[in-house]
Every structure is written in C-alpha cells, then in structure tokens.
C-alpha cells in the first residue's frame, strides 16, 4: 500500500479509480465492537497462505489486527465511519498462494481507503451501489492478481485465493465472497452461513445429486480470485445486525475440522472474540490442523 509498505513485492500495482466517494450523510451511533483475528500454520503444512485484516476506516485505515505489515501512516484515523472484516485463503505452490491472499486482502484495503463509494448513512440506493462496488473490487483484485503473477513469473502456477469480505456499517454489515471461506452470523442459539461455497461439492448437492454432508468434491473450488479463472463471480450480502450478535469469518481449515455445532457453542459461550478465535483454532488442530487456519471474529 504504497512505496512504504514492507509486505510482499506487488505494491507497485496501481488501483483503478472505480468511483468519486459521495457526500457523507449523518452516520448513526456507532456500536460497541470487540474484534479479533488469528491465523495458525496447523499441523500439516510448513507454510501459512491464508491472510486476514481488521480495519476501521476513516480518512486513514486504523489497522486493528492482521496478518499483513502495513505503513505507519495507514494506521492513524481521526475516528473510524465503518469496519473491515476480511479473510482469504490462498492456493498455488512455491508462494503462490500466499501472494494471492495478500493481493487480494491489499487491493480490498486500498479501495476502501481510494475508491469506495460510500455514506454514512446508506439508502437503499446507496446500499445497493455499495454491495456493487464490493464485488467490482474483487474483479479488480482478479485483475491486479494476473499481473503481480506475471511480474514476480509465477503466473504458470496460477495462484488463486478465496476471499470473504465483511464490512460494518452499524447496524448493517455488507458481504462480498468468492471461493469456500466462509461467513457466519450468531445471534442467540442459532448460527446461521451467510456465504455460499463455491464449490462442486455444494453444487451437486444443490442439484440434489448427492445426499447432504461432506463429500470428495468439496476441495474443488468454481469461482475464486485467481486460479486461472477468466473472472470472478462475488457473492454480495447485505444484512441487519442486532446488539448480542456475533460474526465469524474463516477459512476453511476451521470449517473442514470443526462442526458448526461446535462453532455456535464456542461463539455462545467465550467471553471475548480473541477467546473465541484460540478455541476454535485449537479445536481445528485437535481435529487434525491440515490445512491453515484462520478465525476473525466480531462481537456486538
């Protein structure tokens, strides 16, 4: 994110201007939030290619937590309008992967601090625009993916990443998502996926050519960043929080290892989002850890 950033080699790639920022209407009153994010190699690989971010954004981005290093100057804000929640898992040997994970989650911060358009206080208008632009963001990471590739002469391994994508506005949160990282909402006894995974296995059984439960092909990924794809096909949520309600976005070496009935009961009962996060990591890693693993999570 600009000539400073210490991060992986690609921050020379410049953003397409995508949209002017709007005036800005009177924000509601923003609402408590207690954010945190981990990320752990597991127990199989010798190397992590996920990557995550939490960001308040204002006229600065306020890096609350991340995987990523970011310049001191993105890090101050005079008072945050909305806040980031983002994951992706990325894929490809020899680094790829992890290239394309802090591509995507880099691009994502740097239309929100150049080129997102945004309100305070969104119309109905204004909401439909922003899950818009969200997934015009990630054809852009598409994009700027191919050419970071090209450039670093890795683009025969056809790095690709999952990325989901939460952004809060209270009381609403905004997603975009391509790719089986997923995003839950719990409120109460009841946990709920918001994001769908992009995957044969879930296709097939959506079609009803296979009975409900994992099945072989669900490591088979149809819509990511990346990949070899001649595009990507965002996902785009918009829904209404409530005070009590948590979020958690991750990848799925959470997922793959920890059932969503285990998941709703650490997210009901820890008493903070960081207690959250080292539970369910644990858990995936006495499950078996064979995929990284990365767990963000918000609490209202």
């Known amino acids: 994110m600009g000539d400073d950033w210490n991060g992986p080699d690609f921050a020379d790639e410049t953003l397409p201007v995508l949209r002017p920022r709007r005036a800005e209407r009177k924000a509601p009153e923003a609402h408590p939030m207690d954010i945190a994010g981990q990320t752990d190699v597991g127990c199989a690989r010798d190397h992590n290619e996920d990557t ?10 306020e890096i609350r937590d991340g995987s990523l290093s970011m310049p001191e100057a993105q890090r101050r804000i005079p008072g945050p309008k909305g806040t980031f929640l983002m ?11 992890e290239v394309a994970s802090a591509v995507a989650v880099d691009m994502i911060a740097q239309f929100a601090l150049y080129a997102m358009p945004w309100v305070t ?16 963001a990630l054809s852009q990471c598409q994009s700027r993916l191919e050419k970071v590739a090209a450039r670093k002469e890795i683009d025969q391994l056809n790095p690709g990443t999952t990325l989901t994508v939460g952004y809060v506005l209270w009381p609403k949160l905004y997603v975009s998502h391509a790719g089986d990282s997923r995003l839950y909402l719990q409120r109460g006894d ?34 990511v960043v990346g990949g070899g794809g001649e595009r990507v096909d965002a996902e785009a949520h918009a829904l209404t929080l409530e005070p009590g ?33 080292e539970r369910l990591i644990e858990a995936a890693k006495a499950g078996g850890g064979l995929d990284n693993i990365t767990v963000v999570v918000a609490s209202f």
Do not use: Y
């Open 245 to 277: 309600d948590r979020v958690l976005l991750c990848s799925d070496g959470l997922n793959g290892h920890v059932a969503d009935a285990t998941i709703l009961h650490e997210l009901r009962t820890a008493h903070t989002s960081r207690e959250v996060c």
């Open 121 to 136: 206080a969104p119309s109905d208008e204004d909401e439909k625009e922003l899950c818009e632009q969200l997934g015009n």
């Open 87 to 97: 994951v992706a898992d990325g894929m490809g040997g020899h680094g790829g992967g």
């Open 190 to 223: 009841r946990l709920v996926q918001i994001t769908r995974d992009h995957t044969v296995g879930q296709a097939l059984r959506e079609s009803g050519a296979i009975p409900a439960g994992p099945s072989r092909f669900d490591h088979i990924l149809v819509n």
């Open 52 to 61: 995550f971010l939490i960001a308040d954004l204002g006229r600065w981005l």
